[in-house]
């Protein structure tokens, strides 16, 4: 089982800088968002080339460090289109490169009515965002197949597909091979349902079966009343309930680490790499 990380997380940077202190920590994988993780990278459309490509390849690989995901989160419901159209051709150019990163997946999340908040809207759960997230990332599909690519969705409470069983809709109604999943227990989680989080778990492994191909490990506190994201290991997430059966039903899984701070990392490395190994 590979445990990997956001690279940004460590701070915008080179390639060749961010490839090493992922690989101090421990790492064995990325997730790559370029115009956050690179100076000098824009990523958006019209910017990747098959060199630019191997090179960020070469470069992780140089470190023993693998792309497990291609970040080109994008919010398919905002109310800007052109932006919406010009968001959709970077992911689908991220796609067209995707085999020569060597990455497993381009990722995403489904969006939210709150435009670049990102945030809960009534309308989210609304027919219609089901519809439009079906047309955007149908389209993205097609691009996927035809380039032999990967596409891994995500939930998330405040957004779209606002649980597994939304989600596990979107991607039944596109109907494309191409896709798969991503699970961030943490991104589906509020108030009224965070003490059910090892359900929700389980409704993941229910439903998405054996097209889970990322797991985001993140960890948290309720504080005044909210949930934060916290040091993984120094909060309430049941890891010992969800990690066996992680490594027992997806040992080729991804687990990224995703919004750790740098100070954090290699704490929670450990926490999660000794519960591994002690299973």
């Known amino acids: 089982m590979k445990i990997g990380v956001r690279v940004h997380d460590f701070g915008k940077s080179d390639a060749v800088t961010l490839a090493k202190k992922a690989k101090a920590v421990g790492f064995d994988a990325v997730q790559l968002v370029l115009n956050k993780a690179i100076e000098g990278e824009s990523g958006l459309a019209g910017t990747l080339s098959k060199e630019k490509a191997n090179y960020y390849y070469e470069t992780f690989k140089n470190e023993g460090i693998e792309i497990a995901m291609l970040g080109a989160y994008f919010n398919p419901v905002h109310s800007d289109k052109a932006k919406v159209e010009q968001l959709k051709a970077k992911f689908a150019e991220h796609l067209v490169y995707e085999n020569d990163f060597?990455?497993?997946f381009v990722g995403s999340e489904t969006g939210s009515y709150n435009d670049d908040k990102w945030t809960?809207?009534?309308l989210n759960r609304e027919p219609a965002a089901l519809e439009e997230n079906i047309k955007i990332f149908g389209d993205l599909a097609k691009v996927a197949e035809e380039n032999n690519a990967k596409i891994a969705l995500e939930g998330a409470f405040g957004h779209?597909?606002?649980?597994?069983?939304?989600?596990?809709e979107l991607v039944?109604?596109?109907g494309s091979n191409s896709i798969y999943y991503t699970v961030d227990i943490y991104n589906y989680l509020a108030m009224e349902n965070y003490q059910k989080h090892t359900e929700i778990f389980d409704r993941c492994l229910e439903l998405f079966k054996d097209r889970i191909v990322i797991f985001h490990i993140k960890d948290f506190v309720v504080e005044d009343g909210a949930l934060k994201q916290c040091c993984i290991g120094k909060g309430i997430m049941n890891f010992d309930y969800m990690l066996?059966?992680?490594?027992a039903n997806y040992p080729n899984?991804?687990?990224?680490?995703e919004g750790s701070k740098p100070e954090d990392m290699e704490f929670s490395f450990n926490f999660i790499n000794?519960?591994?190994?002690?299973?």
Do not use: Q, V
């Not at 066996?244 to 490594?247: D, L, R, S, T, V």
């Not at 899984?253 to 680490?257: D, G």
């Not at 000794?274 to 299973?279: A, D, F, G, T």
């Open 102 to 104: 060597h990455a497993g």
């Open 120 to 122: 809960y809207n009534p």
């Open 253 to 257: 899984a991804y687990l990224i680490f």
């Open 244 to 247: 066996p059966k992680i490594k």
């Open 160 to 168: 779209c597909m606002w649980n597994p069983d939304r989600l596990k």
């Open 172 to 174: 039944d109604k596109i």
């Open 274 to 279: 000794n519960k591994l190994k002690s299973l």
